[in-house]
């Protein structure tokens, strides 16, 4: 038996198709399940889910059957190369998470919204939002993921998060934030960040591979200073 979302379904020769809807009262009573087998399961789960590995359907029914029937213990049971393979997206997961935390650099436009681009590994949006819930609470903020094609809004008025998307034709002009795009008080910023950071910078002690390890190459598309 495979599990395939049906978007990502290719007819089988010698095989027949079952399509499974989804039924929220089951959903609800599975996480009522796994929340009473072990409290952080179900957010171990849907970090998983959110990794986009092409066989999490598989190996989170392989998972999830074993905690039925075993015992949350199993998700230490590392000789199982489907729960070592959760294990390893879970820590990736976290570690994007974190990095978002770290590198997302929002850019104020004409009409006060502070935006940020990013395009993150993984899908790890659904993750951001407290954070930057209770960093940011008294401005309007958006964080939208070009990879993926959808967005995390806050609205401090209604001090509420919702997903945004935007029109299709909009895609390719969301890669990044042009001056034009931003109001002049945020370019004015950004020139004082960058001679601040240039001033500040010693090149005699610089440490590249530290450096590196810190901040990795990938993420430098969101600091202002590089």
């Known amino acids: 038996m495979t599990i395939v979302p049906e978007d990502r379904y290719a007819e089988q020769l010698f095989s027949t198709p079952l399509q499974i809807d989804t039924e929220q009262e089951r959903h609800d009573r599975i996480e009522a399940g796994l929340r009473k087998a072990g409290k952080g399961l179900p ?6 889910f959110h990794s986009e590995h092409e066989r999490r359907e598989g190996i989170l029914y392989h998972l999830i059957r074993r905690i039925f029937s075993e015992g949350a213990t199993v998700t230490d049971d590392l000789t199982d190369d489907h729960i070592l393979l959760c294990k390893q997206l879970n820590n990736k997961m976290g570690r994007e998470i974190h990095r978002m935390h770290a590198f997302v650099r929002f850019q104020q436009t004409p009409d006060n919204l502070y935006a940020a681009l990013v395009n993150p590994d993984f899908n790890v ?15 309007n903020w958006l ?15 209604t001090e509420r998060t919702s997903y945004i998307t935007f029109a299709e034709q909009q895609h390719g002009r969301l890669r990044q934030l042009s001056e034009s795009m931003l ?5 004015d910023y950004q020139q004082l960040w960058k001679s601040y950071f240039e001033a500040v910078d010693i090149p005699e002690r610089r440490n590249l591979k530290l450096h590196l390890q810190h901040v990795p190459r990938r993420y430098w598309k969101y600091l202002i200073e590089k």
């Open 43 to 48: 957010d171990f789960i849907r970090r998983v």
């Open 125 to 139: 949006l659904p993750f951001l939002a407290e954070h930057f819930e209770a960093r940011y609470p008294a401005q």
């Open 143 to 157: 964080i939208y993921d070009t990879k993926r094609h959808y967005g995390l809004h806050y609205d401090e008025a």
């Open 183 to 187: 109001a002049d008080v945020e370019t």
